[in-house]
């Protein structure tokens, strides 16, 4: 049975950083392009950052440089460090491959 499942999110003032994990089963993700999407309140779900299979990492234009995406392979296991966390990247954070999605983890930046 396939499943991803989010954490690593909560409330962090601006300037700061959260990791988000996303744990997952029923398949290997370091064979698959794996994704961080978010979608903010009364927007649609963008793409925030991807890993290919051999590595290769894509960003959106306004998290490049403040975020990472990675993965741990030995844990199934991909992550998204978030740092310089802005109020506009306040959202539901969901990991996605294989057109497979996980619950969604929620991201709040505010003071």
């Known amino acids: 049975q396939v499943q991803l499942v989010e954490s690593g999110g909560g409330l962090v003032q601006p300037g700061g950083s959260l990791r988000l994990s996303c744990a997952a089963s029923g398949f290997i993700i370091s064979i698959y392009t794996m994704g961080w999407y978010r979608q903010a309140p009364g927007k649609q779900r963008e793409l925030v950052a991807r890993i290919t299979r051999p590595g290769t990492t894509n960003y959106a234009d306004s998290v490049k440089d403040r975020f990472t995406i990675s993965r741990d392979n030995a844990k199934n296991t991909l992550y998204l460090q978030m740092n310089s966390l802005k109020p506009e990247d306040t959202a539901v954070y969901y990991c996605?491959?294989?057109?497979?999605w996980g619950q969604g983890t929620q991201v709040t930046v505010s003071s």
């Open positions: 996605s491959g294989v057109n497979y």
